[in-house]
C-alpha cells in the first residue's frame, strides 16, 4: 500500500524545493543521502508520533535543477532558506542520512540553535583515510543491492529488475542527474571536508549515532571517531544491517522515535 504523503513545494533561491510531509506533532527534518532511489516511505514508522519533514535536495529527486550548486555551503545555505520558509511552529529535530548526515552535521555545527535533536545515520563527511568509505565507481551494477543492504533483496527492489524498460529508462537517468549534484558537492574534498573533526565539536545538540554494523559502503569502524568528538553523543548499533538501516531495519525507527521523544 502507498504512503499516504503530502507534498509541499516553495522557490528556494529559485530552485523549486518539494518536501514530501507525514505525520503529525514535533517537526523532524530529514535529509536523504546521495540517491532518492529508496524513496522516503520508511517516513511512515516515524509519522505516529512525529511531523516528518523530507524535502529532495536541489538538483535531485523531486526538486527542481540547481545549476549554481558548487559545493556544500550551498547546500547549507539552502535548507537554512528553507527553514525560514517552513516557518515551523517550535524547533525542529534534524535527522541525515549517509551524504545528509555530512550535511546535517554541518548545518548542526553552523545553526545548533534553530534544532532540537540531531540523529545521524551512517553518515559520511569524516573521509578518514584509517576507514575509507568503498568508491561508488567501482562497484558493479549489479552488486550495488549488496552494498546498500545486508540482504541484498532488502535492496534489490529499489531496482531495475529487466521487466519494465520505462521504469529502467528513467531510473538511470535519475541517477546521472543526482551523480551531477552530488559530483560537485564532491568536488572539493571528497564526500566530506577535513576539518569536520572541528565542526563537531560545536554541535551540543543531544546526538543519535546510528550504524548497520555490516555496512560495506561506510565502514561501522568510524562510529567511535564520531562518538569521540560529537559532545552528547549516543550510539545504536544495528547487527546484521548494512547501509540503509531504515529500509533493512525498521524497528530502529521506534528506538529513534523514543530517542527523539524523550
Given amino acids: 500500500m502507498a504512503v499516504n504523503f503530502e507534498t509541499l513545494e516553495y522557490d528556494i533561491g529559485g530552485v523549486r524545493t518539494v518536501v514530501k510531509a507525514i505525520g503529525s506533532g514535533k517537526p523532524i527534518l530529514f535529509l536523504h543521502g546521495a540517491a532518492t532511489l529508496e524513496g522516503f516511505d ?6 505516529d508520533r512525529f511531523r516528518v519533514l523530507l524535502p529532495s535536495h536541489p538538483g535531485m529527486g523531486l526538486s527542481g535543477p540547481a545549476p549554481h550548486v558548487a559545493d556544500i555551503s550551498d547546500m547549507l545555505l ?7 520558509a517552513l516557518d515551523l511552529p ?11 548526515g ?3 552535521t554541518e548545518l548542526a555545527a553552523i545553526a ?17 583515510p584509517a576507514h575509507p568509505a568503498t568508491p561508488l565507481g567501482g562497484i558493479a551494477p549489479q552488486d550495488f543491492p549488496g552494498h546498500l543492504t545486508h540482504d541484498p533483496a532488502v535492496a534489490g527492489r529499489f531496482f531495475p529488475d529487466g521487466s519494465d524498460p520505462a521504469f529502467a529508462e528513467s531510473f538511470g537517468a535519475d541517477r546521472a542527474r543526482e551523480g551531477d549534484l552530488v559530483g560537485r558537492l564532491c568536488a572539493p574534498f571528497g564526500m566530506g571536508h577535513p576539518n569536520l573533526r572541528r565542526f563537531m565539536a560545536r554541535i551540543t545538540n543531544p546526538t543519535l549515532l546510528v550504524w548497520g554494523e555490516r555496512d560495506r559502503l561506510l565502514p561501522a569502524s568510524q562510529a567511535p571517531i564520531w562518538l569521540e568528538n560529537l559532545p552528547d553523543a549516543q550510539f545504536l548499533s544495528v547487527p546484521e544491517t548494512g547501509h540503509l538501516v531504515p529500509q533493512e531495519r525498521p524497528e530502529t525507527l521506534k528506538t529513534i522515535g523514543d530517542f527523539l521523544a524523550a
Fill in 78 to 84: 539552502h535548507y537554512l532558506n528553507l527553514m525560514d
Fill in 112 to 128: 545548533r540553535e534553530r534544532f532540537d535533536k540531531l540523529v545521524l545515520i551512517a553518515p559520511a563527511g569524516l573521509n578518514d
Fill in 42 to 47: 520508511f517516513a511512515e514508522g516515524l509519522a
Fill in 102 to 104: 555530512w550535511m546535517a
Fill in 90 to 100: 517550535e524547533k525542529p529535530h534534524l535527522m541525515g542520512f549517509s551524504m545528509g
